[in-house]
């Protein structure tokens, strides 16, 4: 039976639009780093080449590449860890430039992809797609663990609204935020999805005061 995280996974894909506390267990992800604008065109690139290479798993056996335990599973959606780079960190007074901006992207694999598994694959698509950075792109296992999420109805811009109910939220529960970094994890196409329809989870994590 083909596995459908929407259906599997609703509790860390699927929040609602309110916060609520997770404890996020170790997952595994193929990831690419950079910096600067989302709308520039190394960030593309990125996006690109994380989606050639999870198709890539996805579909290699069909290409005959046999992998021990593989089922049929739909392709997770892309997810973003959101940082500002040191300078602008010394300047930030909650407002920033997104030239300033470091992310660390991912998309989420099976739990039977191995880490000899993606190397395989990758050499095969870095044969396929040359003007893509994929060897860049790494496999690591992480752990968010204890943290507080909701879902994101609009514009990116106003992602800050939802922050600041996370943050009370967390205050409310007895809970301080790590630090400012957070993850997203894009639920809508921002290619094909108007601004205000935009779905994103957002999440952050948090520990005990």
């Not at 860890?81 to 407002?95: F, P």
């Not at 992310?103 to 000899?116: E, K, N, S």
């Not at 290619?191 to 520990?207: D, G, W, Y």
């Amino acid at each position: 039976m083909k596995h459908e995280w929407k259906k599997k996974d609703k509790n860390l894909y699927l929040p609602p639009t309110r916060p609520v506390f997770i404890d996020v267990p170790e997952l595994q992800f193929i990831t690419i780093k950079g910096e600067g604008n989302p709308g520039g065109d190394l960030f593309a690139e990125h996006v690109a080449s994380l989606y050639a290479m999870a198709y890539g798993i996805k579909m290699s056996p069909k290409k005959g590449i046999e992998l021990a335990g593989y089922i049929d599973y739909t392709v997770y959606p892309l997810e973003g860890i959101w940082d500002l780079n040191d300078e602008a960190k010394l300047t930030y007074e909650g407002s920033f430039n997104k030239d300033d901006l470091i992310y660390t992207l991912m998309i989420r694999q099976p739990h039977f992809v191995t880490q000899d598994y993606f190397s395989t694959i990758q050499q095969m698509v870095m044969v396929k797609k040359k003007e893509l950075p994929i060897s860049d792109i790494t496999f690591e296992k992480i752990k968010d663990g204890p943290s507080i999420q909701m879902l994101h109805i609009g514009s990116y811009d106003t992602e800050p609204e939802s922050f600041e109910k996370m943050e009370a939220f967390t205050k409310s529960e007895g809970l301080k935020r790590i630090s400012k970094t957070h993850r997203e994890i894009y639920l809508s196409d921002a290619r094909r999805v108007s601004p205000e329809k935009l779905k994103t989870v957002l999440r952050f994590k948090v520990e005990s005061e």
